[in-house]
């Protein structure tokens, strides 16, 4: 099993980028497909992006064309970049591999107008 721990929140204005770290540990990340969630106050969870084994990317159509999933496999982690945020793009961000369902512990995005 893979225990994972994401980095790299904060506060930013419109338009601006952030990129967020999911590392692994206990196992080597590109044998897993790797899914980042974000979910909003009074929200439900909802799936952001995902990048499985073989590399193939897919992103929900709210992140298509400012999010970008990559993975560093020396690093064995994989980035969410997120670029020209919006004030709706803020959320607790997380991680999830998907086999055995192990989640990070999050992190805070905050996007201001």
């Given amino acids: ?9 904060g506060t930013v204005q419109t338009g601006g980028s952030l990129r967020l770290s ?6 080597a990340l590109r044998a897993h ?19 499985a084994r073989g590399g193939e990317s897919i992103y ?11 993975r560093d496999n020396d690093k064995n982690t994989v980035y969410l970049q997120m670029n020209s945020l919006k ?5 607790f961000y997380y991680c999830r591999e998907l086999t ?3 989640w990070g512990q999050g992190t805070q995005v905050t996007v201001s107008s």
Avoid at 22 to 27: D, I
Avoid at 87 to 91: L, R
């Fill in 1 to 9: 099993q893979v225990r994972l721990v994401e980095s790299g929140g």
């Fill in 33 to 51: 497909t790797i899914q980042w969630y974000r979910q909003a106050p009074g929200k439900q969870r909802e799936l952001v992006a995902s990048m």
């Fill in 60 to 70: 929900a159509e709210f992140v298509k064309g400012r999010f970008i999933v990559v």
């Fill in 87 to 91: 004030p709706e793009d803020t959320a």
């Fill in 22 to 27: 999911c590392a692994g540990f206990g196992s």
């Fill in 100 to 102: 055995w369902g192990s």
